[in-house]
């Protein structure tokens, strides 16, 4: 597949530019490894990875252009030496990271980068901006999918993201997660997720009638018809819909089902789903959309909504609760040196690591060990971080976006239940430092 | 200006192509207009309109791409007519608007869109996004700059905003609502903002000393140094930088600033401030980063930080409180018939419309009065919606941003205070209905 991410390296702060400079000035740029990790988040007991493909394809097209070099010169603050290196500079790096879709706890590292230490340093902002996207939307989604408990979800955020990688970045996460399609057609086109959707409330206005536009769209699309029946009156819409449901079920193309988007939801679908049944319509499904997250689709399933799916917009495409991640990224060693940082409330582990993880007996995930990258692992652990790039080249190619989602299906069973509760437990999922790693820490304590 | 937004049409909702083509084949291509506004948002008492050009940008360029209409051809969706009229399409219509940098409340359209039914209707989630966005990043910016009350403001927000797109808007809004300049070197190459930065954490730890490291970087960029103390033990770091500092002033180009991005920051800044004025380095400044908000701001100067200017990241660049605006796009009129819709609690004024502001003698914002577009201006009152758009074409060169800056540096200013109290008031600033406009609105009540 081409590369799909053309992100120019000069979408970085200018700290990484001027401190390349000081270190190039000094032949400072030996190798180097940083950590990606998340610091603790109080509403997210677990993460989903994702955004990594991002990253490696970044890394794969990794040079300045011209023009970004013109800029740079003509900004002044740079010698001329320093921007000519900028022009020949490739990504030579080594990768390591967890596969996108393996669920992972605060400060394990998700994604290692060794590399001269001018390329890792310039990388910065990109590598945590788009594994901190993907994977607070991952996570948010999977939440969601926990929520529906077999329910369909579709992606319906594309208005209310911040900005247009965001509404892919969404799409491609979600559907990751387990969701079953997106309203986003250029989602659906780079990334081969099923695209759905049907009409807007403007579409019934254009007509005089409700049951005009019903009838319009039936006839232009008779095999995929969701009619939007909370233009004026919901239950009025019901009724409207259900002459031209049962004209549909003659002629052999069935409607698909319904959506409502706005009212009491419980209340709605319930007189809905009972005057469908009374028509002999029991197979015409309900669909919901307006304000919906996992809890809310939580809150109505429980109190008896009889909704067959749920279109997801804002909440989900912008993980209103949680906007952000904690994602940091960090030195940990620098020519032969372990080096961490020890400001208040901050401690980064020196070295590079790697994250065991031992399962119970029944499949479950138990444990999860940070360690050195290079110990023996310990009895009964897999090993969460692979080599993915080597100088520079992709070690595999990209897996497909489905194979993705089908790993993922079975990771969030794995993870016993106390662990996934929307609302988390007091105690986290148990992550234990290595003996070997903690002996390494008291090497690398700050220097005056 | 060339144009700097490529957003293909593609990147739009699956229904908005659907209900395109059931309109097309009823021939259902007459004139509409879609008006654009947000809801009210209990925590955003104004809004700061942005992301006018984008959508501009957007809409002078919109062409469906070949390999765009391949796909769609490939999804079997759609009938061969269909994409062949999609291939030709550009958009031809008319668009008032309001400037960007203009101050905004809820309900009152902040654009508004006429063109064949099928343009309007396919533009519909580019033009929610992109306002959006911009408007709530700038609205996010404009509470900061208030609280901060002329201490500098710089964008630091690049590494976790919500994607690339949102990084740019970020700095963009934010330069626009009165910050100096921003961290993101492409923001600063593509809107000509002043771009700031000079050392993270990891330039330190990649010194033996941490003093070493201060050095190195003051060699290297003599004139522009700020150190950043916290790596290890924040007054300890300022120790470090006194000595070095009295070099750089006697060699005649003074340290700029010391930063802290950690810690107490009452409590640091105020001694640092005591160690820099008493080492006779009272023109040192004190840059403070690391979680602030307009909140924060408040909170610390109102405890007394010693702090020169902030750098503001996570919780400004993706509006942390308040991550999504209530923006919607919706059809008041269609072949000469003014409509609306009544779907519980979604209530949207038929017509189209204008916005007259009038304002006290003093200077201050009085009153907003939303009315028909045709109707007379009550008097002193200054209309807010203009022609920014004539069949497909701009009517005006895009404004440059420092110009839209300048225009909003007077407008918060005169918004009465209580009205932009950061805990907002009980009271919502005055917006009425015209006369004219409520008239309009019973002949186009909802039909069954």
């Known amino acids: ?120 340093q310039l990388i910065e902002p990109i590598l945590i901006n788009a594994i901190g996207l993907h994977t607070m939307l991952a996570t948010k989604a999977a939440r969601c999918v926990q929520a529906a408990g077999g329910r369909g979800l579709i992606d319906f955020s594309l208005r209310r993201t911040q900005g247009v990688d965001a509404a892919l970045a969404a799409a491609r996460s979600s559907y990751l997660a387990g969701f079953q ?9 780079r990334y081969a997720i099923p695209v759905t959707g049907t009409m807007a409330h403007s579409f019934i206005q254009a007509f005089d009638r409700e049951s005009e536009a019903f009838a319009a769209y039936a006839e232009t699309f008779p095999q995929r018809t969701v009619l939007l029946v909370d233009t004026y009156d919901t239950i009025q819409g019901v009724l409207s819909a259900i002459p031209l449901a049962r004209k549909m079920e003659a002629a052999g193309h069935p409607l698909v089902g319904i959506r409502l988007d706005s009212g009491d939801m419980v209340d709605l679908s319930r007189r809905a789903r009972a005057l469908l049944d009374e028509a002999g319509l029991a197979k015409v499904q309900i669909f919901a959309s307006g304000g919906f997250d996992e809890f809310r689709i939580a809150d109505v399933l429980s109190r008896g909504a009889a909704i067959d799916a749920f279109g997801m917009g804002t909440k989900v495409g912008v993980s209103a609760d949680v906007p952000f991640t904690e994602m940091v990224y960090k030195l940990v060693r620098y020519r032969d040196r372990d080096v961490c940082k020890h400001s208040p409330g901050k401690v980064t582990l020196a070295g590079e690591k790697q994250v065991f993880r031992r399962m119970n007996p029944g499949g479950e995930l138990k444990e999860d060990i940070i360690g050195c990258r290079q110990e023996r692992p310990p009895v009964d652990t897999r090993a969460l971080l692979h080599p993915v790039m080597e100088r520079g080249r992709r070690t595999t190619p990209a897996p497909s976006l489905a194979r993705i989602r089908e790993t993922f299906r079975g990771e969030l069973p794995k993870l016993p239940v106390k662990f996934r509760q929307l609302v988390p437990p007091a105690g986290a999922y148990p992550v234990r430092i290595s003996r070997q790693l903690r002996a390494l820490q008291p090497k690398a304590a700050p220097q005056g």
């Open 1 to 120: 597949m081409a590369p799909r991410n053309q992100t120019s390296p000069l979408v970085t702060d200018l700290y990484e530019l001027t401190m390349a400079a000081a270190f190039l000035a000094r032949g400072m740029n030996t190798t180097a490894t940083f950590s990606l990790f998340s610091r603790r988040q109080p509403d997210r007991p677990y993460f989903v990875a994702a955004g990594l493909e991002f990253v490696l394809d970044f890394l794969e097209t990794f040079a300045f252009a011209e023009e970004d070099t013109q800029y740079l010169r003509s900004s002044g603050l740079f010698e001329g030496t320093f921007i000519d290196f900028l022009e020949a500079l490739r990504f030579t790096g080594d990768v390591w990271a967890m596969d996108e879709g393996t669920l992972f706890f605060p400060d394990e590292p998700v994604l290692e980068v060794t590399a001269p230490l001018i390329q890792a």
């Open 181 to 189: 399609a997106t309203s986003n057609v250029m989602a659906g086109k």
